[in-house]
Structure formats: structure tokens, C-alpha cells
């Protein structure tokens, strides 16, 4: 046998040895996370600053959310990924990180704020028994509160209501309803968050925790925004 036939079967091994070739485990505050980065698409530079960005903020949303979230976290960098990002809460809490979205917006890495929100919440039912507005809306209303620097990427939650926006609209419009009425109603949406997990949300639990309908929430909440009124 000559010594390349000898080394051919080695050969072949090595995409698997190297297939991550950036991969780094982090331990801290009882939580674990694996960064993946097998095409090495980010930086050293962005690779720390989302590692820090989800040390700080998952952190306090695990404290004051969901202290039984995810102790084990992996974070996958993935140019295959043609979205921003997503949270795969089945099995092993994984975090997947489109990494043009960043090149292109090396600001907004406070996406993983939102997206570790998303592993707190764990909710059984995406878009079933967990409505996506309400789901995405607490994502959205957590990274407002917990971001670390939301202004890089020019980030906030609307101060106004346009014509076309509903409480059910979702995400940024969503957040920002749910931040007016847990100023009214406070500690609302840790118990709507508390429900939704636990499976328990229906559309009467708004009005149980509330006094009223959601729709009559956002009447007053749209009211206050157009009206020029300051508090809640």
C-alpha cells in the first residue's frame, strides 16, 4: 500500500474534525453556552460582543422571568440562514444567528436579547396557544428593557400609533402596547408570560389580569398616544 492510499482514509475524515471551526464553550452564572461558527462568518470582534450580549441580558430575563429557562444554551452561526435569527426551544435550547444580517448591521446585536427571550419563555404553543403578537410583543418588550445598546442599530419601540397598527400587529408595535399597559397594570406581563408557559393563556386571561378587553386597552392606550395624554 502506498503511503497517499494510507492517508487517504484520514483524508476523508477531516471535513468532520473540522467541520466547527469556530466553536467555543462558555460557563457563567450556572448557564452554559456553546458559540458555533463553523464557516467563521463573524469576527472575533462580533463573536464577544454577542457572547456578552447574551451573558448580560438573558441573565436578568431568566431571574425575573423564568428561573427553571434553559441552564444550556447553544448559539449556531448559520450563512445557510436566509431569516435573522430564530430560537429552536425542542431539546436543546439553540439559538441560530443569521450572520449577513450582522455584517450588514453590526449594530443590532441586541437581536439576541430578543432572541434569548424567546428561550426564557418556552411557551408549548407557538401561534396556538401562544399567540404569535403576544409572544413576539414580549420578546420585543424585553428587549427594549433589557438591550444593551438598542440605539446602535437606531432601535426603539414606536412612541406613535399609525392608522394600520393593532395590539395584535406584533413585535415593535406589540412591545410597545404591552410596556403602556404594564405601566397601567403592573406586573402584567410577567403573568401573562407566567400563563402563556404554562399553557393557561386564553383570551379571557387579558381581561381576568386587566378589569377589561384588550381592545379596550388599546382604545385607551391609542387614545393616550393620539391624544396627547401622558399617563396611563
Known amino acids: 500500500m502506498t503511503r497517499l492510499a494510507r492517508l487517504l482514509p484520514l483524508l476523508c475524515l477531516?471535513?468532520?474534525?473540522?467541520?466547527?471551526?469556530?466553536?467555543?464553550?462558555?460557563?457563567?452564572?450556572?448557564?452554559?453556552?456553546?458559540?458555533?461558527?463553523?464557516?467563521?462568518?463573524?469576527?472575533?470582534g462580533m463573536r464577544e460582543r454577542i457572547v456578552e450580549t447574551f451573558f448580560s441580558t438573558y441573565a436578568r430575563q431568566r431571574a425575573d422571568f423564568n428561573p427553571a429557562a434553559a441552564n444550556a444554551v447553544d448559539i449556531v452561526i448559520d450563512p445557510d440562514y436566509d431569516g435573522v435569527a430564530f430560537v429552536d426551544n425542542k431539546g436543546q435550547a439553540t439559538?441560530?444567528?443569521?450572520?449577513?444580517?450582522?455584517?450588514?448591521?453590526?449594530?443590532?446585536?441586541?437581536?439576541?436579547?430578543?432572541?434569548?427571550?424567546?428561550?426564557v419563555q418556552a411557551y408549548p404553543g407557538y401561534g396556538d396557544g401562544a399567540p404569535v403578537w403576544l409572544t413576539e410583543g414580549i420578546a420585543d418588550y424585553a428587549r427594549d428593557r433589557y438591550g444593551l445598546d438598542n440605539a446602535a442599530s437606531g432601535w426603539a419601540l414606536p412612541e406613535a400609533v399609525a392608522d394600520d397598527h393593532r395590539y395584535d400587529t406584533g413585535y415593535r408595535v406589540s412591545g410597545a402596547f404591552l410596556k403602556w399597559a404594564d405601566t397601567a397594570h403592573p406586573g402584567l406581563v410577567r403573568k401573562l408570560d407566567a400563563a402563556l408557559r404554562a399553557g393557561?393563556?386564553?383570551?379571557?386571561?387579558?381581561?381576568?389580569?386587566?378589569?377589561?378587553?384588550?381592545?379596550?386597552t388599546w382604545a385607551r392606550y391609542a387614545q393616550a398616544r393620539t391624544g396627547g395624554q401622558k399617563g396611563p
Not at 32 to 37: E, G, M, Q, S
Not at 200 to 212: F, K, N
Open 14 to 44: 477531516l471535513p468532520l474534525a473540522t467541520a466547527a471551526a469556530t466553536e467555543t464553550t462558555i460557563e457563567r452564572d450556572g448557564v452554559t453556552l456553546v458559540y458555533r461558527d463553523a464557516t467563521d462568518a463573524l469576527d472575533a
Open 200 to 216: 393557561a393563556y386564553t383570551p379571557e386571561t387579558w381581561a381576568a389580569l386587566t378589569g377589561e378587553t384588550v381592545e379596550a
Open 95 to 119: 439559538m441560530t444567528i443569521n450572520p449577513a444580517w450582522l455584517v450588514e448591521r453590526p449594530g443590532d446585536v441586541d437581536l439576541v436579547t430578543h432572541e434569548a427571550m424567546h428561550i
